[in-house]
Each structure stands twice: as structure tokens, then as C-alpha cells.
């Protein structure tokens, strides 16, 4: 009897910890649902709003400007937070805010991105604290889950005007 019950204890054992690994390789490389939550990313991304972000984009350097994506926040490593790439390495962009008279433009290093979030009178992003290295880009979102009246993928950034080309 008692070999009976260990050997169902080991079985089942070794079965959550191998869904376990399947679960985990899941949600690190392929992707999972994220809840959004904050006014930074408005009128795209409404606060509570449910997405779908995917992992492989940033495993394989696919990650371009205008995406949205999910990152390690550079302040508070235990939070994430959502903005969009205006900036990739290499790129020239206006490190300035949209109220400033004068502007101001600074190059993204090498190993960076420049993130914004699409309302910018109401957003911490790169402007704040500079660029964000890309190893703490988690995920890139493909479309919007909830609410469904608004179910699909997401609109163009209205701050179109920020993405300079030189």
C-alpha cells in the first residue's frame, strides 16, 4: 500500500514539474496575456485593457519602431511597463517634450531603444529616463484582447510625428 501511494506521489510529481518546464517555456519564448494599467499609453491602450504579447520578436532582434512593447521598467526592476519604440540604436530622436519651445535631439546608443508612451503629457518614458537597454524588453503586443468591442490589432501611434527619419 505504501509503495502504491509513493508511486503515485513521484508520478504525479514528476508531472507538474514537467507542465511545469512546458508552462514556463510557454510564457518566457512564446508569449502570454498582459493587463495594461495607467493613462501612458492612451488613447491606444486604455487603462485595464487586456493584451496578447509575444516573446520571439525580442529573442530575435525583430523589434522595430512604432511597436509597442513590454519592458522591465528602468526605475522599479518589479514592474513592467508599456510603451511604444520611437527609437532603435543608431536613430535620431527628439529627446524633448512636446510643450518645450526649443527642441532637443540626441542619437540612441548602441544596444538601446528610445520609448514613448503615445499620450507623452502623461508619461514616464525615455524622455524622463534616457534609453532603455533592449535586454529588458520583454515582449512586443500583437493585438488587444479586452474589451472586445475594441478586439484586434492595434491603431498607429497618433504621435506619428515623433519618428524622425534622419
Request: hydrophobic residues 35%; aromatic residues 12%; contains cysteine.
Amino acid at each position: 500500500m505504501l509503495r502504491n501511494v509513493l508511486g503515485k506521489t513521484f508520478r504525479f510529481l514528476g508531472y507538474t514539474v514537467q507542465y511545469g518546464c512546458i508552462a514556463h517555456c510557454a510564457f518566457e519564448y512564446l508569449g502570454g496575456i498582459v493587463v495594461c494599467s495607467g493613462p501612458s499609453m492612451e488613447p491606444t491602450i486604455q487603462n485595464c485593457d487586456i493584451v496578447f504579447s509575444e516573446n520571439l520578436s525580442r529573442h530575435f532582434y525583430c523589434i522595430r519602431k512604432g511597436d509597442i512593447v513590454i519592458v522591465k521598467s528602468p526605475n522599479d526592476p518589479k514592474s513592467n511597463i508599456c510603451k511604444r519604440v520611437i527609437g532603435l540604436e543608431g536613430d535620431k530622436v527628439c529627446t524633448s517634450n512636446p510643450s518645450d519651445f526649443l527642441k532637443s535631439h540626441s542619437y540612441v546608443p548602441k544596444g538601446h531603444v528610445w520609448l514613448e508612451g503615445d499620450n507623452l503629457r502623461n508619461s514616464t518614458d525615455s524622455r524622463c529616463y534616457g534609453p532603455v537597454p533592449y535586454g529588458l524588453i520583454r515582449g512586443r503586443i500583437c493585438f488587444k484582447i479586452w474589451p472586445l468591442n475594441d478586439f484586434g490589432f492595434l491603431r498607429a501611434s497618433p504621435n506619428g510625428h515623433r519618428f524622425l527619419d534622419d
